[in-house]
């Protein structure tokens, strides 16, 4: 019997590809990442398997593809139960829902609001990042994930975010440990999981990617 | 804690229309609380402190926020009757593939042609415009989106149809011209009774976009 054949459209510095892989990890999951060239030339089987958005990640599963990480991360969720990474009342999922949507809607934009500056960052796009990493630190408590003593869904739909902060407060001025130190221990206890660890490059090699992305987009 | 439910409403919020109708599929009774967005209550403050938006359920005192997160919410607490995600995962991040497609594609280019002139908005219609034909490609000769049923993403669109003579009017052009299944998709959701009595009319909303357009004009 052919062993499920899965595979991910990737980018490694990617954070939606990152939680991706950090939810296929967690699952003991193999896989194969087929490296994409965003800026090259997208591969025929990217264009065709997400004709909508063009974009990494796409998981395909027996050839079958699923886009839009948070989606994916549900889907791995249902398909292969154990272990679990939502929690099993309905009230806890829609907590965690909730906060991969916040986090969705906020965290990205807030970094590239302060990556993408050109000259000096203006202070509200400071004010605004630490903001919502306060918001987030909020609703972190004194728990070490954020749904509670096991890693799950929020803490695979932030930690590869966190992968871009260096980027940012190398070029924002500021640290993530001195402005929100919980969110930061927490940030350092999931990188030491091995299914993070393995996934989430190092942030110098993403800031030399970002670096790069400035003087593409005619920014430096 | 009392089982009683709450919603805090809004009676042209497309985003509220869609807890409506999956209450009202389930046959839930609940409390509709209509609040007034100039002067948000402080119940509302209090229970969506993130957004400060609605709709919000309150379930057992406890608070659910964004509506596609209630809907499945109220999907999976209600499961015996009328299901609106599929049960198989792949059909299911399919329903949810599209339902953010709404939001995505739908809401934001939809607000720019009531909303905006010029140049934004005749973009704004190009592009809307191409949303709801590969919406319409998706739909295929499928009744609903999921299927034989009426479900989730149904749920997630239909309340935008509120807003069909707004764009028409606005943006000049035909929404069944341009897209005849949508409109019959539209028009056959509209005979459930779950969402004919969650839609308000659409010439209302027209008036109310309009106040608000102007409102935003003035500022």
């Given at each position: 019997m052919s062993k499920a054949k899965l595979v991910i459209l990737d980018c490694w510095v990617s954070p939606f590809c990152m939680r991706v892989k950090i939810a296929l990890n967690e699952k003991g999951l193999e896989y194969e990442a087929q490296a994409e060239d965003l800026f090259g030339g997208k591969s025929e089987l990217l264009l065709s398997s997400n004709?909508?958005?063009?974009?990494?990640?796409v998981f395909l599963h027996d050839g079958k593809p699923l886009c839009e990480s948070i989606i994916i991360v549900n889907y791995i969720d249902e398909t292969w139960?154990?272990?679990?990474?939502?929690?099993?009342?309905s009230y806890g999922r829609a907590q965690a829902r909730f906060w991969a949507d916040f986090i969705d809607k906020k965290v990205f934009d807030a970094c590239g609001n302060i990556w993408r500056s050109k000259g000096e960052v203006p202070v509200e796009a400071k004010k605004e990042f630490i903001e919502i990493l306060k918001q987030l630190e909020e609703a972190l408590?004194?728990?070490?994930y954020f749904i509670g003593t096991t890693f799950g869904f929020v803490d695979i739909i932030l930690?590869?975010?966190?992968?871009?902060f260096f980027a940012v407060e190398k070029i924002g001025g500021f640290t993530v440990e001195a402005e929100c130190p919980k969110f930061s221990n927490w940030m350092k206890r999931c990188l030491q999981r091995e299914s993070v660890a393995k996934v989430v490059p190092p942030p110098e090699k993403v800031y030399e990617s970002v670096l790069m992305f400035r003087k593409m987009q005619g920014i430096d | 804690m009392s089982d009683e439910i709450i919603l805090l409403d809004f009676w042209s919020s497309p985003f509220a229309m869609r807890v409506r109708i999956a209450l009202a599929e389930k046959g839930i009774e609940y409390e509709a609380r209509e609040e007034d967005l100039s002067n948000k209550s402080s119940l509302l403050l209090k229970m969506?402190?993130?957004?400060?938006?609605?709709p919000v359920l309150i379930h057992k005192g406890r608070p659910v926020c964004e509506s596609l997160i209630i809907v499945q919410y109220i999907d999976e607490v209600w499961?015996?009757?009328?299901?609106?995600?599929?049960?198989?995962p792949y059909h299911r991040a399919n329903a949810r593939f599209w339902a953010d497609f709404v939001d995505k594609k739908i809401y934001p280019t939809g607000k720019l042609v009531w909303g905006a002139t010029g140049e934004v908005q005749e973009a704004a219609k190009k592009e809307l415009i191409e949303s709801m034909k590969v919406l319409e490609g998706e739909l295929g000769?499928?009744?609903y989106f999921g299927g034989e049923s009426f479900g989730f993403t149904d749920v997630a669109l239909?309340?935008?149809?509120?807003?069909f003579y707004s764009l028409e009017t606005c943006g000049d052009f035909s929404i069944i011209a341009n897209c005849p299944n949508l409109v019959a998709w539209a028009k056959r959701c509209m005979q459930r009774e779950s969402v004919s009595k969650s839609l308000p009319d659409q010439y209302k909303v027209y008036c109310f976009l309009m106040e608000l357009k102007k409102k935003f004009e003035a500022k």
């Open positions: 004709p909508i958005y063009k974009k990494v990640p139960s154990s272990p679990p990474l939502l929690p099993p009342c408590g004194d728990k070490d930690i590869p975010l966190t992968s871009w | 969506n402190p993130v957004h400060k938006q609605i499961s015996h009757k009328s299901p609106l995600l599929p049960s198989h000769d499928k009744p239909i309340p935008f149809y509120t807003w």
